[in-house]
């Protein structure tokens, strides 16, 4: 195993599609609230939406020799971004909006690595160079990170690292992370 790892432009994306369509079937895969709603996510309905409408992003991937075996995408988006609907749902709030001290927060919006190359530090060294981007960002003080149900490894890898349980929405599709 010879991994590095590689920042891609916005305009580079495609080449992350096979990997952020095998997050969302790996989410599916572990809901246990509303799995049938992942059925209409991928790649061009998650990832390309997000870039287009965040303010800024960082894309990083871990590669091993040529195959890219894992990826990091976080944005910078206002805050109203995450006010509004959410598959086929009615409007959703996923935080207090009272709570965030800029009009802007910080999110690590994707997270995947793929099997066989998990807890390996791969993961260790994305989530740190993506939080080194966000925290770049001196006017954004609040970051977060969405966790679909049912991926108690994700949340207690992300616990690991700090980030604290705020509340669930969607009656516990989703569990909301927050930096302290």
């Not at 509303?34 to 965040?54: L, Q």
Request: aromatic share 14%.
């Amino acid at each position: 195993m010879s991994i590095h790892y590689e920042i891609i432009s916005d305009d580079n994306i495609i080449c992350i599609k096979d990997l952020c369509n095998e997050l969302m079937a790996y989410q599916k895969s572990k809901a246990h609230i509303h799995p049938e709603w992942f059925d209409n996510m991928c790649f061009e309905t998650r990832m390309i939406p997000s870039v287009k409408s965040a303010k800024a992003n960082f894309i990083i991937i871990a590669k091993d020799d040529n195959e890219i075996v894992g990826y990091a995408y976080s944005n910078i988006c206002p805050k109203e971004t995450y006010s509004g609907g959410f598959a086929t749902l009615e409007p959703v709030n996923f935080f207090d909006f009272d709570s965030v001290k800029s009009d802007d927060i910080g999110c690590l919006s994707q997270f995947y690595i793929k099997k066989g190359y998990r807890q390996t530090g791969i993961g260790t060294v994305l989530f740190e160079k993506s939080m080194d981007w966000l925290n770049s960002f001196k006017s954004i003080s609040d970051l977060f990170i969405f966790v679909s149900n049912g991926n108690s490894n994700a949340l207690k890898f992300y616990q690991g690292k700090g980030f604290k349980i705020s509340h669930q929405i969607l009656d516990g599709f989703i569990t909301v992370l927050r930096n302290t």
